[in-house]
């Protein structure tokens, strides 16, 4: 992959991301511009596509990332994002309130996490039955999840979410954040998603946190998001969150 192609592949990215609408080489060149024509980025995107990054979901559209490209992405290309400091006081402030009100910590977390990110957030511990969930209706509105079939699978899944989480935690060996894109999720059933995970240890065990949402998913922003809240929980605040991030 030459540079100008990871250009476009990290162009496209951020597009999709954007508008969850497949990419062509016209709308590259107007919102980018790139000082080659459209027919070379035309040529430069069936490269990517015969290397496996981008494909196109129908003759006449434009090109969306394989998982292939967005893993390529998020491995060459996104590099570390520090959440804003706008967030950071705002989580600073309203865990500070929970635990000065001795509120159910993980309801409230739960609320704040679906607040920041606009989507589904759910939460839990893993030592202890409880297990919380806000934002659905975000989630179910989303472009990707519109077709029926896809929506009941979705749902039935994220249903159960609560009895899968040894699995997600037994796929984190290193205690470091991890991403995981498509097929490569550890929730069977939900290839179209991907999944930001840390583990983090607290004062009543070890916990983990989690961004699930569909691939067209702001990564940088979610896993900056994961490890500053994994900070302030810390030792401190004793619960496992699972937030489920599709895009808007």
Same mark, same amino acid.
Do not use: W
């Given at each position: 992959?030459?540079?100008?192609?990871?250009?476009?592949?990290?162009?496209?990215?951020?597009?999709?991301?954007?508008?969850?609408?497949?990419?062509?080489?016209?709308?590259?060149?107007?919102?980018?511009?790139?000082?080659?024509?459209?027919?070379?980025?035309?040529?430069?995107?069936?490269?990517?596509?015969?290397?496996?990054?981008?494909?196109?979901?129908?003759?006449?559209?434009?090109?969306?990332?394989?998982?292939?490209?967005?893993?390529?992405?998020?491995?060459?290309?996104?590099?570390?994002?520090d959440?804003?400091r706008?967030?950071?006081?705002?989580?600073?402030?309203?865990?500070?309130?929970?635990?000065?009100?001795?509120?159910?910590?993980?309801?409230?977390?739960?609320?704040?996490?679906?607040?920041?990110? /606009?989507? $589904? %957030?759910?939460? !839990?511990?893993?030592d202890? *039955?409880?297990?919380?969930?806000?934002?659905?209706? +975000?989630? &179910?509105?989303?472009?990707?999840?519109?077709?029926?079939?896809?929506?009941?699978?979705?749902?039935?899944?994220?249903?159960?979410?609560?009895?899968?989480?040894?699995?997600?935690?037994?796929?984190?060996?290193?205690?470091?954040?991890?991403?995981?894109?498509?097929?490569?999720?550890?929730?069977?059933?939900?290839?179209?998603?991907?999944?930001?995970?840390?583990?983090?240890?607290?004062?009543?065990?070890? /916990?983990? $946190? %989690?961004?699930? !949402?569909?691939?067209?998913? *702001?990564?940088?922003?979610?896993?900056?998001?994961? +490890?500053? &809240?994994?900070?302030?929980?810390?030792?401190?605040?004793?619960?496992?969150?699972?937030?489920?991030?599709?895009?808007?």
């Amino acid at each position: 992959m030459n540079t100008r192609q990871r250009q476009i592949l990290s162009a496209v990215v951020e597009l999709y991301t954007q508008t969850a609408l497949p990419v062509g080489s016209q709308v590259l060149l107007e919102r980018f511009q790139f000082p080659v024509s459209s027919a070379t980025l035309r040529n430069d995107m069936v490269a990517l596509e015969e290397a496996g990054y981008l494909y196109q979901p129908h003759v006449s559209a434009g090109r969306i990332p394989t998982d292939a490209g967005y893993r390529f992405y998020v491995e060459e290309m996104m590099g570390d994002e520090d959440l804003s400091r706008e967030d950071q006081r705002r989580l600073q402030k309203e865990l500070l309130m929970m635990k000065a009100k001795q509120a159910r910590l993980g309801r409230s977390t739960t609320k704040l996490l679906s607040a920041l990110s /606009g989507n $589904l %957030a759910v939460s !839990g511990l893993i030592d202890k *039955d409880e297990f919380y969930d806000f934002g659905m209706k +975000e989630l &179910m509105e989303k472009p990707e999840f519109q077709e029926i079939d896809e929506l009941c699978r979705l749902v039935e899944t994220l249903d159960s979410l609560d009895e899968r989480l040894d699995t997600i935690f037994a796929k984190l060996g290193n205690g470091e954040t991890q991403i995981f894109i498509g097929d490569e999720n550890p929730i069977k059933g939900i290839s179209n998603c991907s999944m930001v995970v840390a583990p983090y240890q607290s004062s009543e065990g070890q /916990g983990i $946190l %989690a961004i699930i !949402g569909p691939k067209r998913m *702001d990564y940088a922003k979610n896993k900056s998001l994961i +490890e500053y &809240m994994k900070k302030l929980l810390g030792s401190s605040l004793p619960v496992l969150v699972v937030v489920m991030v599709p895009f808007s």
